[in-house]
């Protein structure tokens, strides 16, 4: 199983679970676990997915939420798991 790390935040506004969701699933990306606030205004989610059945590489698809995220004023960053776990490792 490919696992990548998907965050986004940023102003909270209609439609960003919508639009990176509709992404992902147009690109056979699979949610495996979601989480989301909204604090003072601000949103915040942190996806894990699973990325095995997508045709598209990861740097593709980091780069297509990227812009996603330009588009709603949010920043959203893709990590492969293990990546995500070393930096975060204390």
Partial sequence: ???TVITVVGKDTVGIIAKVCTYLANN???ILDITQTIT???FNMMMVVDTTD???EFDV???ELSQ???ELGVTIKA???KIFDVMHRI
Avoid: A, T
């Fill in 54 to 56: 997508s045709s598209k």
């Fill in 40 to 42: 003072g205004g601000f």
């Fill in 79 to 81: 990590q492969n798991e």
């Fill in 28 to 30: 056979k990306v699979n």
């Fill in 61 to 63: 698809l980091s780069e």
């Fill in 1 to 3: 199983m490919d696992r």
């Fill in 68 to 70: 996603i995220g330009d």
